[in-house]
């Protein structure tokens, strides 16, 4: 089975904090996706990568960078983190873009 | 705009009840669709696909329907169980798979 873990189940930081998101997949996946996940609005892509140092922004990358220096590692940077932050943080990989695998979710609060 | 949403935020059924999940998209471009399933403290995990060829698609105890004509996508659970008890999601794919638009969610309860 793909498994994709998260660096930390629930995390709180504070205002301008920076704060990284780490997500690792064990199943040599070229495509991984970073999400957030607010009530009432769906998952919104913040990121996503196809390949090892490649990126492309999804809908909401403001306020958001990733990292990828390594296949099975993507990794989610907020450089000030800012309450309208606050969400659940969810990461994917895939071998075909459409078939997604999830991470089980990063709560993070921003006081 | 683009948008994927559901016609009902909850539902509540009764074990053994067939349960139906309804998700209306607004993008005809469309090459896949997906229904995910959430529970609680986990991440979405892959239910059921159809393709946007496709009327139907049967998995073990799920049935997805889609009606290109009223852009009407479901999801259908035979003899709902208490396992079931989690927010389902569809998701449309398009521009050859490389975007993704989910829905909001439907939380589904079951009743012993």
């Known amino acids: 089975d793909v498994k994709v873990t998260q660096s930390s189940r629930y995390l709180v930081k504070r205002t301008g904090e920076k704060v990284f998101l780490e997500c690792v997949q064990d199943?040599?996946?070229?495509?991984m996706f970073w999400y957030r996940q607010d009530p009432g609005l769906g998952l919104r892509l913040i990121y996503f990568?196809?390949?090892?140092?490649?990126?492309e922004k999804g809908d909401i990358p403001e306020g958001y960078s990733v990292s990828r220096e390594k296949k099975e590692r993507f990794s989610l940077i907020l450089e000030s983190a800012s309450t309208n932050q606050t969400s659940m943080y969810l990461c994917a990989s895939s071998f075909k873009v459409w078939e997604q695998f999830f991470g089980p979710g990063t709560r993070l609060t921003v006081l | 705009g683009e948008s994927v949403g559901l016609h009902l935020p909850t539902l509540s059924v009764q074990e053994g009840d067939n349960s139906i999940i309804n998700c209306a998209y607004s993008?005809?471009?469309?090459?896949?669709f997906i229904w995910y399933k959430q529970e609680s403290g986990k991440g979405p995990q892959f239910i059921i696909d159809i393709r946007s060829n496709m009327d139907k698609r049967q998995g073990q105890r799920v049935t997805v329907l889609l009606n290109k004509t009223v852009k009407h996508l479901s999801l259908q659970i035979a003899a709902t169980q208490p396992g079931d008890s989690a927010v389902y999601f569809c998701a449309e794919i398009f521009s050859g798979g490389f975007k993704t638009i989910f829905g909001a969610g439907t939380r589904l309860f079951v009743k012993a």
């Open positions: 993008n005809s471009a469309s090459d896949y």
């Open positions: 990568s196809y390949d090892v140092k490649m990126k």
């Open positions: 199943m040599d996946h070229e495509n």
